[in-house]
């Protein structure tokens, strides 16, 4: 799996893409809130939440992308600025897109999957469902996980509904 953090560039309200990607409960902060130590800040609970104009300056966001926070990010500006920020953002970050969505490299076996687990099957059972190996199983969820850039599988889960690609909760 990639350590690269997420960064999700959005043109909706980035804190309901937010909720909707990430089930557990997560610190929304700005990128000059975030604490000084630990520096990585990968496995924390933080996650970035903004809307950028073209006059924001796009540092503290990249900082805090390198320090392992996810973002979530609007980016309300021109095309071409627009085109310039995605592209510093992706240097430091998996990025992903409204107009580029992983979930279009998901294959339907993948999508079953993380069906299934989302609906509390394990992956042993899941795995019985779609008459595919075990291993072959978590291979393939561990993939779905690597496309959408996720750390766990609730995580994936959490992408994958918000991409449409699963219900909502029920």
Partial sequence: MS??????VTDEDPRLVAGRVWSETRTVVE???????PFDLGETSIVVVSTLLEQTDLQPYLIAASRGVPLVLRLVMAP????????ELGRVAM?????????ARLNQTQIALLA?????????TAADAIDVGTRTAYRRLAEAMEVLGARSRVEAVGLARAAGLLPPPT
Wanted: hydrophobic content about 30%; proline content about 13%.
């Fill in 116 to 124: 299934l687990v989302a609906d509390g099957s394990s992956v042993e």
């Fill in 95 to 103: 990025l992903t897109t409204d107009d580029h969505p992983p979930t």
């Fill in 80 to 87: 071409a600025e627009r085109a310039a920020r995605i592209d």
């Fill in 3 to 8: 350590s690269r953090p997420r960064c999700l």
């Fill in 31 to 37: 990128p000059n809130a975030l604490p000084d130590e």
